[in-house]
Nanobody
Framework: QVQLVESGGGLVQAGGSLRLSCAAS????????MGWFRQAPGKEREFVAAISWSDGTTYYSDSVKGRFTISRDNTKNTLYLQMNSLKPEDTAVYYC????????????WGQGTQVTVSS
C-alpha cells in the first residue's frame, strides 16, 4: 500500500482558490490511480475527482467540473487538486485516496485536510 499525506487546506472567501497536495510514499506511486474525495459535516463522503495511472485520464463530479483540476507529478510522488471559484458548499474535509485502478480507488487514504469557504 501507499501512505498518503494531504496539505494545502485552509480558509478562503467565496470565489477564491486553493491548491491541495497529496504526498505519497513508495516507489510505485506512478502505478496507482488517485482520487480526491470530500466529506462535509453531517454528510457522507463523496467523490470529487480522479486520475488514472496509465494515461492521465481525469474524471470529475458534476459539482466541481470546470472549477477544479486534478493532476499528478509522478517524479515528485504528488497528487494535486487546484480548486478555483470556490463556493461555500465546497466546505469539507478533503481526502486523497489511491487504488490499483479508477474503479478501485480507496485502498489507501490520507488523514484529510480541511477546506472552509466563507460567503
Amino acid at each position: 500500500q501507499v501512505q498518503l499525506v494531504e496539505s494545502g487546506g485552509g480558509l478562503v472567501q467565496a470565489g477564491g482558490s486553493l491548491r491541495l497536495s497529496c504526498a505519497a510514499s513508495g516507489r510505485t506511486f506512478s502505478r496507482y490511480a488517485m482520487g480526491w474525495f470530500r466529506q462535509a459535516p453531517g454528510k457522507e463522503r463523496e467523490f470529487v475527482a480522479a486520475i488514472s495511472w496509465s494515461d492521465g485520464t481525469t474524471y470529475y463530479s458534476d459539482s466541481v467540473k470546470g472549477r477544479f483540476t486534478i493532476s499528478r507529478d509522478n517524479t515528485k510522488n504528488t497528487l494535486y487538486l487546484q480548486m478555483n471559484s470556490l463556493k461555500p458548499e465546497d466546505t469539507a474535509v478533503y481526502y486523497c485516496a489511491a487504488g490499483p485502478s479508477i474503479a478501485s480507488i480507496g485502498g489507501s487514504w490520507g488523514q484529510g485536510t480541511q477546506v472552509t469557504v466563507s460567503s
